[in-house]
């Protein structure tokens, strides 16, 4: 048996989907787990690959099996679990050995432990993978923070296990220490805005036009045929086919309105503002599962201030068109982040290549992400996305739609966290004179902050300080 390449360590679910895909590239790997089961499921489920796969019954014994510089993936919560297998794992390792962490983490702990491993002359690599169960299994998009070195070390083995477009890998590194693990963050704050404005288009085709799940979950297939194409349409069309097993009804009528979050999306939004930034359609999808699981208030407010609103039934084409534009512009913002981190922590990301490592294999892929690669690299107007000439026919046609639905459903009463997010964004960023006039002067009359003026006087308060 030849020497392992690489050691993975936590055989859960996502763990396991990895090393899989490691063994079936052909990736000679050695394996463990903290409890013994895990390892024998593993075993059972790679005897396939078996002359890939060494399996040992300890922390210390995978660790001995790897040759040096030595590479080791940890598969297990990235908060106080990696903490603890880190005390645990770090007097094990020699100097040049990289530990890797491949869950979703928040940017700050693994840009910390990067700083706590290099005291020791280790390297701590942050690994952004995305695509779920299936795509660890057979091809995710990996984004990697760490050095030099542990790249050089690990992207031969990414590149075999990662999800393929044109024929390139989609794994590449964005950055030191915390880039991965921030661009990750930032592709599911993505993923939330998406989500989110796939639900309303569907809470107006349904409450408002008073279509099936399965008729609204048939057009969502046939926009995934074109330009709107993407792996989140395509599932929506599947999940809205179903009906319920234990029932007699569609499947979505069977599941609580309350919507889970393990935390990524707050974090965007989080880093969005302490950033300087906004990404209001990221904070509008994050506001909306927020409420959702607020499920009891919302059964006492509606009961008492009534749940009425008025037909509608958009026009499918203009809904295309208005979807197109909202998800230009949720990928501006989205990108907008990742230039705001890129400046504060002196990152260099390549948003071209980001754009290119999450056409496949990821959660957000989609076709539009192709154009966006391009349009980073014709260097749009400001670095902007929504100003790139590129998109600049899509949006005249979409922008006037977004407008029509996003003021017609207001009128009829429906929720747009993220579509009418969208819409103020956008009509914001074109006035070259807006509103901060006014809060200016509030400032100053009641603080005394001070403001400048628009002819330069080197006078900065109001007339109210006399
Ligand atoms: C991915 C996903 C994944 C995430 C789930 C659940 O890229 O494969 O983003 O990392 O964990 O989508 O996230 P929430 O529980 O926050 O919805």
């Not at 542990?150 to 390139?168: C, N, R, T, V």
């Not at 690299?377 to 996003?406: C, D, K, M, T």
Request: aromatic content about 8%.
């Amino acid at each position: 048996m030849a020497d392992p390449q690489i050691g993975i360590y936590g055989l859960g679910t996502m763990g396991a989907a990895l090393a899989l895909n490691m063994a079936d590239s052909g990736i000679d790997i050695a394996v463990s787990n903290r409890s013994p089961e895990p390892i024998a499921e593993f075993v059972t489920r790679a005897a396939p690959f078996a002359d890939h796969v060494t399996a040992l019954d300890t922390l210390e014994g995978l660790i001995d099996a790897l040759p040096e510089p030595r590479l080791l993936l940890a598969m297990i919560p990235s908060t106080a679990p990696m903490d603890a297998f880190l005390e645990q794992v770090i007097p094990l390792l020699s100097e040049g050995d990289t530990v890797i962490d491949a869950g979703n983490a928040d940017f700050h702990a693994t840009r910390a432990r990067s700083a706590q491993l290099a005291e020791h002359g280790l390297h701590f690599v942050g690994l952004g993978v995305s695509g779920g169960e299936d795509g660890a299994r057979h091809g995710p998009s990996m984004m990697f923070g760490g050095s030099e070195e542990s790249w050089a070390g690990l992207q031969p083995i990414l590149s075999k296990i990662a999800a393929q477009f044109d024929g390139a890998p989609c794994a590449d590194r964005m950055g030191p220490d915390g880039a991965g693990h921030f661009v990750k963050t930032v592709h599911n704050g993505i993923e939330y805005a998406d989500m989110q404005m796939i639900a309303e288009v569907y809470d107006l085709l349904r409450h408002g036009a008073g279509h099936s799940p399965a008729e609204i979950g048939a057009q969502f297939a046939r926009w995934n045929e074109g330009a709107l194409e993407s792996y989140l349409f395509e599932i929506t069309g599947k999940v809205l086919s179903y009906d319920d097993p234990q029932g007699d009804g569609p499947m979505v009528d069977a599941i609580l309105d309350k919507a889970g979050q393990k935390g990524t999306g707050r974090w965007t939004a989080i880093e969005a503002v302490k950033l300087g930034q906004s990404a209001t359609m990221i904070e509008g999808a994050v506001a909306a599962r927020a409420w959702s699981a607020e499920k009891d208030l919302r059964e006492v407010a509606g009961a008492t201030l009534g749940a009425d609103r008025s037909g509608f039934t958009p026009d499918v084409e203009e809904l295309e068109a208005a979807l197109l534009a909202a998800r230009i512009l949720e990928y501006a913002q989205g990108f907008r982040i990742l230039a705001a981190a890129s400046a504060e922590y002196d990152w260099q990301l390549d948003f071209a290549r980001i754009a290119e490592i999450w056409r496949a294999g990821c959660i957000i892929r989609a076709r539009l992400l192709d154009d966006i690669a391009d349009a980073f690299r014709e260097s749009p107007p400001e670095g902007q996305l929504f100003l790139a000439p590129r998109f600049a026919p899509v949006l005249e046609r979409g922008i006037p739609a977004l407008r029509r639905l996003v003021s017609e459903a207001i009128a009829a009463g429906y929720p747009l966290p993220v579509l009418g997010a969208a819409l103020s964004f956008w009509d914001t960023l074109r006035q070259p004179r807006g509103t901060a006039a006014l809060i200016q002067a509030q400032r100053d009359f009641f603080g005394r902050h001070g403001f400048d003026r628009v002819d330069g006087k080197d006078v900065h308060h109001g007339p109210w300080w006399g």
